[in-house]
């Protein structure tokens, strides 16, 4: 029994050496027990045949801005196969004196992405930001009114990759919350369209959607009417992305208490008035991580219109690589485009698991 | 076990069932709990009071090994902690905690979770266990609940077999985390209602507690504690009524 | 006497209007696709119907679970690629749950160096997307793997070149059957272990080493029916004849790329899953298990993966589903599964409706089935709450 006098400031001690420091936290957290011991040495192990000889392929013994013939002599990567092919990767077809104005649209979408990303700018004019920037990216793209005009079927390479992915999302966005309302209604038959909408496309694979949009697309229209390829496989990506929305939303919707709605109608509020100003403000924003989560997966899923030959940036890839010159790089070429793939990818996950815990608090 | 003295008071000879001496601990850099030195006797009831980040909870969490210290002994039943598992193993059958926060197990039926311990740890036969679980069902008088679910239950009910679940292993010990915190004020009286009839027989008890009326009625020793030590201990009619310390007389005017 | 309301301000009236709007909407766009699909597909002289499906087919099939060659029928080869489908995502969904798991776990390990070779992983895998995993890894197998001639052969029977992985097999025998039928009846009395020692663990709290027991049966009593014919241990090894190996089996370029990339792939998602449903259970559940003195692994086996399993296994369903999904890129890089070959049908017969309708039916079969199983597990396993 050891009653302090409680005048006397208390004596803080310093831990014990083993606890803290380096030498606690490699204990705590390498060798704690005898089994992570031993899978600490396991790993270490691991990493020590690895990493040595691939850094020396990748670092050491490579080339980076080389022509062809000088990479197939040495044993290490051939990295040269980006920069001396950088142009088509990430272009594509699209004409070469024009291609600035390729580069410069995607730096006003970067500038666009960047903007919106920090939450000081979500205000009302954010809206038609977007919109002034979606505009000008189009005009950049596809020309007219002063600049020549580029077809569609030519934009290819990262471009490509980045506007079926955003214009995927802005198309699939309202359509995905119409679905997700149309579900949740009270009304049978627009009940039941949306559901067999929504479980039909989210029940076949993406790729399913894309060969529907190729070769059944145009037995669709009337005759003499042709739409661009680039444009169908989009509307195929729009369709298919919006059922994942549209299930998005209906969780956010379900996640809003009842007494929101009771209290929008007892106010007197329409139905499209109660879910402009009360309901979908909240339920939007509850699913703000999940709709990103969606976006990164339309991003990624951008690839697949290699299978039905549109030329974004794997395609372009790949065709680098069927040239002769440059057979047999595949592995650098394909790491490099993963290193991009990961960059963005990663790049939106974080941003999402930031703003979820942001965005937890305020809710 | 239906013995209902009242009152008797501890044994002051023989081995304390807990000992601790000593003891520090360390979360990081933060010296939480400084130079601990406690001896609780058999049959002894305890509360321990304090205010919030005192290191109360952290104490009796000791006790049980549910963390762990970096100096000092801790010795339950003659049984050293240390990072022997045999020994952590043997303590926490020794010990039953009940929680803050309850922590039934939601996928067991109330029956099912008191008869886990006995049947995996004492290796009970499954009968003999449920009998005896229904037993201490009737204690704390819920035992028309032993089949459904701990979803289906109130917050003083899920407490009351969160305690008659420590009692299925014969404790010779209970802890007690801040029990009746996450109640419902109306729901408080039946929890501590069960504690008084347990301490009437016999069962040694820690509690970490608020509930001043309960101090005042079951308990031996009051404990104060602030800023990781131990400031001062008395019975509970000295301690109440004469504080020696000021941090005391501030927290009791505080609470009071 | 209330006066009647307008039937243009009657909600009930209103929603039955709108309703027909809707739908007459829907089906008058529906019916102007179908027309006009009608005539471009006489224009252009393609057939309709299913009847493509008796013609024969034509073309070959990379590799088969099921005889089939070019004189066989569309029919035949749709159904040699379901089957192919069937076999890349029924050992898929086996290897990536193994995988997935055990990296969910190590994740959660205290050793740090685990934990973050873990989370590294998880990153990597999910943020790449799998169509260019598995050029990588076909391009991986073309690239960096010899000709048969230079085959690379790290075990005595085991052949790594660019036509795959052969190795070699059991030579078929008579005991093979017997064996099987073994193995099954010690299953059979594996699980009769288990209720019987379930049974004397409740009445005596004794308890039984069932796994050990089981196992052990497992290889000891098809290991007996081998002996007692003899011990055949005749292999069927895989020689080079020529430019190519015959003999033994091979695992194909295209099936192993597919079956790697959409294993990590996938498995990465598993293992956040596995990560978020052991987390998903509160540190009170395991400090109360462990203050009544269970043990570590009992803790495990009783209070945490019953409720990790409760939130585990509907969105692992969902990543299976996806997997199967995902196993149609199967056509980027040659393997024979259902899409690749409805393809090939497409483009050799024009009838592009039938084939597309049938790759979503296929699907759809699948998901379906996956939600009708999710819904029932979901409600077999709610937590009864009031």
């Known amino acids: 029994m050891n009653p302090q006098d409680s005048t006397a400031t208390r004596e803080y001690l310093k831990p014990p050496v083993t606890e803290v420091g380096v030498i606690g936290w490699v204990r705590q957290n390498l060798f704690n027990s005898l089994f992570n011991s031993i899978l600490t040495l396991l790993a270490l192990y691991g990493l020590y045949m690895t990493v040595p000889p ?21 044993e290490g990567a051939c ?67 002063g600049l020549p005009v580029v077809e569609t079927s030519k934009w290819s390479g990262l471009p490509l990759t980045l506007m079926l992915s955003l214009f995927g999302m802005v198309g699939a966005y309202p359509l995905g919350i119409l679905l997700a309302l149309g579900r949740r209604s ?30 059944m697309f145009p037995l669709f229209l009337p005759e003499g009417i042709n739409i661009d390829k680039v444009l169908r496989a989009q509307v195929a990506i729009i369709l298919f992305t919006a059922a994942y929305i549209a299930e998005v939303v209906r969780g956010g919707l379900q996640a809003i208490p009842k007494g929101q709605y009771e209290a929008a109608d007892s106010l007197g509020l329409n139905y499209s008035q109660a879910m402009r100003k009360v309901i979908l403000p909240q339920a939007l924003k509850i699913v703000i991580p999940p709709t990103v989560g969606i976006l990164i997966s339309a991003f990624k899923d951008t690839s697949l219109v290699v299978i039905i030959a549109l030329y974004d940036v794997l395609k372009t890839t790949k065709v680098t690589l069927s040239n002769p010159q440059w057979m047999g790089f595949s592995s650098e070429a394909y790491l490099s485009l993963a290193l991009l793939y990961f960059i963005f990818c990663y790049a939106m996950s974080s941003y999402s698991r930031k703003l979820e815990k942001a965005l937890h608090t305020g809710h | 076990m239906t013995d209902k003295t009242i009152q008797h008071p501890p044994s002051t000879t023989g081995r304390p069932i807990i000992e601790v001496i000593g003891m520090h601990k360390w979360y990081g850099d933060f010296h939480v709990l400084a130079d601990i030195n406690l001896k609780v006797q058999e049959k002894e009831r305890i509360v321990i009071c304090g205010p919030s980040g005192s290191g109360k909870s952290t104490l009796i969490r000791c006790i049980n090994r549910l963390e762990e210290h970096q100096r000092g002994q801790i010795i339950v039943d003659g049984i050293e902690l240390t990072n022997d598992i045999k020994n952590i193993e043997k303590v926490r059958a020794e ?32 009968k003999k266990a449920e009998e005896t679980a229904m037993m201490y069902l009737e204690k704390v008088k819920i035992a028309e609940q032993a089949k459904k679910y701990p979803g289906q239950l109130s917050g003083g009910q899920q407490q009351r077999v969160a305690i008659a679940r420590s009692l299925c292993m014969s404790p010779r010990v209970m802890l007690f985390d801040e029990p009746t915190s996450a109640l419902d004020p109306e729901m408080i009286k039946e929890v501590l209602d069960v504690m008084i009839d347990l301490a009437e027989e016999g069962m040694t008890m820690l ?12 308990a031996d020793r009051v404990l104060f504690m602030d800023e990781g030590q131990i400031v001062e201990e008395n019975n509970p009619h000295d301690f109440f009524d004469n504080p020696q310390h000021e941090r005391t007389r501030l927290f009791l005017s505080q609470i009071l | 006497m209330p006066s009647a309301v307008p039937f243009w301000r009657d909600p009930a009236k209103r929603a039955i209007v709108f309703q027909i709007v809707a739908l007459l909407l829907v089906f008058g766009i529906a019916y ?36 089939y060659s070019s004189a066989d029928t569309y029919g035949r080869a749709l159904l040699a ?34 934990s973050r070779l873990s989370a590294v992983f998880i990153e990597v895998m999910q943020n790449i997307p799998v169509l260019l995993q598995l050029f990588f890894w076909y391009a991986i197998f073309y690239e960096a793997f010899p000709s048969p001639r230079q085959a690379l052969n790290p075990l005595p029977g085991l052949f790594l070149c660019n036509r795959g992985l052969i190795m ?34 409740d009445l005596t709290g004794l308890s039984f080493p069932v796994v050990r027991v089981g196992l052990g049966l497992s290889l000891l009593l098809p290991a007996l029916v081998w002996l007692a014919y003899g011990s055949p241990i005749a292999l069927d090894v895989p020689s080079l004849q020529g430019f190519n190996f015959t003999g033994g089996i091979s695992v194909t370029p295209e099936f192993s790329a597919l079956l790697l990339g959409l294993v990590f792939y996938t498995s990465a998602f598993v293992a956040e899953i596995v990560r978020a449903g052991i987390q998903a259970v509160t540190r009170g559940q395991v400090e109360a298990a462990m203050s009544i003195g269970l043990r570590p692994g009992q803790v495990l086996q009783h209070v945490v993966m019953p409720q990790a399993l409760r939130v585990i296994i509907p969105p692992l369903t969902s990543q299976m589903l996806n997997l199967t999904k995902n196993s149609s890129l199967a056509i980027a890089i040659g393997f024979a599964d259902f899409v690749s070959v409805a393809n090939t049908t497409i483009n050799q017969t024009g009838q592009a409706i039938e084939g597309v309708a049938l790759i979503m039916a296929v699907y759809l079969c699948f998901s379906l089935s996956t939600s009708v199983f999710m819904n029932w597990y979901n409600k077999r396993m709610a937590l009864v709450e009031r």
């Open chain 2, 207 to 218: 509690v970490v507690s608020h509930e001043m009326g309960f101090a005042k009625r079951v």
């Open chain 3, 32 to 67: 102007i696709l179908f027309s006009n699909t009608q005539a471009n597909l006489q224009r252009q002289s393609i057939a309709t119907g299913f009847g493509f499906l008796q013609n024969e087919s034509g073309f070959e099939i990379g590799e088969s679970v099921i005889e």
């Open chain 1, 186 to 215: 009270k009304l049978p038959a627009i009940k039941s369209l949306c559901v067999i909408y929504i479980e039909l496309i989210r029940g076949v694979p993406l790729i399913s959607m894309l060969f529907m949009s190729s070769i």
């Open chain 1, 79 to 145: 990295w040269s196969i980006i920069p001396e092919n950088a142009r088509f990767i990430f272009f594509g077809f699209f004409p070469e004196d024009q291609q600035w104005r390729s580069f410069t649209a995607m730096i006003l979408l970067f500038s666009l992405v960047f903007y919106t990303q920090s939450r000081r700018n979500w205000n009302r004019a954010l809206f038609p930001i977007w919109t002034c920037g979606l505009v000008v990216m189009g005009w950049l793209m596809h020309g007219g009114l």
């Open chain 2, 95 to 126: 010990v039953g905690m009940v929680f803050q926060h309850f922590n039934l197990f939601p996928h067991l039926t109330i029956i099912e979770n008191l008869a886990l311990g006995p049947i995996w740890v004492r290796k009970t036969p499954k």
């Open chain 1, 54 to 74: 691939l850094f020396k392929w990748a670092f050491v013994d490579s080339l980076w801005f080389s022509n062809a013939e000088a990479c197939r002599d040495i």
């Open chain 3, 81 to 114: 690629g379901a089957l192919n489908t069937l076999k890349v995502s029924f050992i898929g969904i086996i290897l990536t749950t193994i995988l997935g798991v055990f990296i969910g776990i190590a994740r959660l390990s205290r050793n740090w160096l685990v």
């Open chain 3, 168 to 201: 070699a097999v059991p030579e078929s025998h008579a005991a093979h059957l017997p064996m099987i039928m073994a193995f099954l009846a010690a299953l059979a009395l594996w699980w009769g272990l288990a209720r019987w020692a379930k049974r004397r663990l």
